[in-house]
Structure formats: C-alpha cells, structure tokens
C-alpha cells in the first residue's frame, strides 16, 4: 500500500520586505539564518505569487485566503467576520462585526501610540472588554474578548456603510484623518470615543502607567463585514486540513473552510512564541489531517513595530525551529510529501504596514523537479521559475498529482 500524499504550508507573515539601507540594500530575507528554506528552493522550485488581487486592501484575511487557494473576488465580506467564527461568536445575517483592537492613544485623542497597546497579555486585556460590555454594551453592541489586544465587537443588524483605517497602518501617527467616516461611522465612532472615557483610569492601566507600559486606553474599530459563506476546503480540493495559529483570524478561516484547528499552548503570535510546539503540532496534525497549514505571525508583528532586528530573528527562529524541525520529521517519517513556504504579503520594516506585492515561494517535496534558484528571499521575484496571479491559483499547483 502506497502511503498518500502529505502536504505543508509554512506561512511567514509578512516575512517578505524591502531593500534597506541599513542592510546595504539587502533585505531581512536575504539576511536572516535560512538554510531550511534554502534548501527548499535548492532542492526544489522558487517562484512568486501575488495573494492580494488588484482592489483589495492587502490584509492578512485577503492573502491569507488567497495562499488557501480562495478566490476573495467572489463572496468575500471582510476580516472580523472570520475572527467572530474563531472566537464561537454566531453572527445573525444582518449583524455586522468588527476587530475591536486596544490601542494606546497618545497626546490626548491624537496619536496612534501603539497600536497592540505593548502587545498587552490577555489577562490584562480581558478585565478592559468586561468593563466596556457592562458599560457600553447594550441591545445595539456587544464587546467580545480575544486575544491580547484583538478582540470583538458585533453590532446588530448593524450598518456596513463606513471606512475604516487599520490602526496599525497609521503607527506613531495623528489620527485625525483616519477616524471612521462616511454615512453609517457616527454610532462607530461614538463609541470609539467612550471608550476613551471608560478604560483611561481602569486599575489596569494604572498599573500599566505605573509600570511604565503602554496603556489600553482606547478601543480601535475596524474590519468590518457580515457572515462570510466559503466552501469546505475538501469539497474545493478534495483534501482534509488542519490549522496552527496564534490568532482569532487564521482560527476563525479554519472553521469557516472545515480545517482542524490545532492549539500550541505556548502560541502568542510575538516573538516569543512557541515555534517547536507548532512544529510538534504540525507533525502530530499530519497523522490524520491531509494538509496543515502552519501560521506564524512573529515576523508581521515586527514589521508592524517597525523592529529590524525583532523581524531577523523572527525569520531565523521560523526556519531553525519550525521549517527544519518538520521537514526532518517527514523525512523520518517515510511516505512522499510536498512543502510550500511563503508569506501572505509583505510588511516592510520602514512602511510598517502591509504591501500588496508580489511574495517570494519555496515548493518542496515529492515530484518537484529543482530548478537553478538556490536560495529564498526576494530576489526570486525576478528569477522565479513559477508565478501566480493571482496567488489563489497556486493551491493547485501544490496539489497537482
């Protein structure tokens, strides 16, 4: 009996960027530790794809859907409406939810500060939501809590009619220019606007004041849609899966598309993350899932924070302590595989925030026959023996007997 087919998805978010000055016009690919995802192209293909369409905001949900081989152009509704299903939040037809971050407001209202409020754990952050349901909340809006500084907020047979800026697109920023807007944003930011009130003396945030931590003193409202409606992931491609993520998002597209959400106790979605226990999980999910798909959001949060050496070491801890771990325990295994790594978008370092660009790709394993690219990083943009535009259409190529 022939073993089937294994597949894995090393999805580095954010981890593609730009050529910095400050690395002699190199990028933290091309110097960071990578001999796991070198050898991958080495003994594999290199190539590019382009996960955001054209008219789309380049969000991890957009891309990262994309990667799943998901055409976002055809029923797409937005982003929280995929965390609300991580977080078992049911959404009515016309109830519209949205990401509720907590963000730290500098110089009074004016200042994005820090757009996770110093990646504030989430047994800090928890106390804040209660108190902003029990005070704000009523029949209209209901407050929901996530994880560290992600959380939820679903307005009932709410209004879609607003614009909203992702906060972390406008660090260090005034904001002034980027507060919701258009004819349903009055109710949006009213309530972003109390929220200020509510949680600027909270004992919590006394004690992060205290402490010399950015405060939680204001709620970031963005990412809205309805319920979502995407096909199971078996009846598009004939294959079972399984997801490793730290975040609400990547959990809640695992439940709308019928993938095993595998839990890393020890997963946080910062640097400090527990990268070997997503490679354990990985390992361990393959067992009885056909494909799983490995998130790790360390290197978009560096790009976020506008950190360079944060996002180095998060691309080399991504190869030396999930992409090598899991390739030598298929090799040890036995049975055929295929592996693909790549990022959803890039999140360059000076810009901190995403890109719609192209990103580079490693394809690996059974029946990929190498190609002249023997290295990974942006340069295969260029020099890539495959491309995909838009990105959806690579899921084929991966599955491709």
């Known amino acids: 009996m022939v073993d089937a087919m294994k597949y894995v998805i090393f999805l580095g978010d954010g981890m593609s960027d730009e050529p910095l000055p400050e690395l002699d016009g190199r990028t933290p690919l091309m110097v960071a530790d990578t001999p796991n995802l070198d050898r991958m192209v080495r003994e594999g293909v290199g190539g590019w794809s382009k996960n955001t369409p ?14 799943l081989g998901y055409d976002v152009r055809k029923g797409y509704t937005g982003r929280s409406p995929l965390e609300a299903a ?12 949205f ?14 500060g820090n757009f996770s409020s110093g990646h504030i754990p989430s047994s800090e952050s ?3 939501i ?48 980027h507060l919701p807007a258009g004819e349903d944003s009055a109710p949006v930011m009213a309530l972003m606007r109390a929220s200020h009130a509510v949680l600027a003396e909270h004992p919590v945030n006394r004690r992060r004041r205290a402490d010399g931590l950015p405060e939680a003193n204001a709620i970031w409202l963005w990412g809205h849609g309805r319920r979502p409606v995407l096909p199971p992931f ?64 360390s290197p978009d949060e560096s790009g976020h924070a506008g950190r360079l050496d944060y996002k180095i070491q998060a691309i080399t801890d991504f190869d030396r302590k999930v992409v090598g771990p899991v390739l030598d325990g298929l090799a040890r295994r036995g049975g055929p595989f295929r592996a693909l790594a790549l990022p959803d978008h890039p999140t360059p370092v000076a810009k901190r925030t995403h890109t719609p660009d192209r990103v580079p790709f490693a394809l690996y ?17 260029e020099r890539g023996s495959l491309g995909f535009d838009p990105g959806c259409e690579m899921m084929a190529a991966l599955l491709a007997s």
């Open 54 to 67: 054209d008219g789309f905001e380049p969000g991890s949900d957009v891309a990262n859907l994309g990667v």
């Open 86 to 97: 991580a977080m078992g939040v049911e959404l009515a037809e016309d109830d519209v939810a």
């Open 99 to 112: 990401r509720c971050n907590l963000v730290t407001l500098a110089d009074g209202y004016s200042v994005m």
């Open 126 to 128: 928890h106390p804040l």
């Open 130 to 177: 209660e108190e902003l349901n029990r005070q704000l909340g009523d029949s209209r809006f209901q407050f929901y809590p996530g994880v560290s500084y992600r959380h939820l907020l679903v307005w009932k047979s709410g209004r879609t009619g607003v614009r909203c800026t992702p906060p972390h697109d406008i660090s260090e920023r005034p904001v002034a220019d």
């Open 234 to 297: 078996r009846r598009l491609y004939g294959k079972t899966g399984g997801m490793i993520s730290a975040v609400d998002l990547m959990r809640g597209i695992a439940n709308h598309i019928g993938f095993e959400y595998l839990p890393v106790p020890g997963a946080t979605g910062w640097i400090d993350t527990d990268y070997a226990g997503k490679a354990s999980a990985c390992l361990a999910g393959l067992e009885r899932q056909d494909l799983v798909f490995v998130h790790v959001e």
């Open 365 to 381: 394993g059974a029946g990929i026959k190498p190609d002249v690219n023997v290295s990974y990083d942006e340069r295969l943009l």
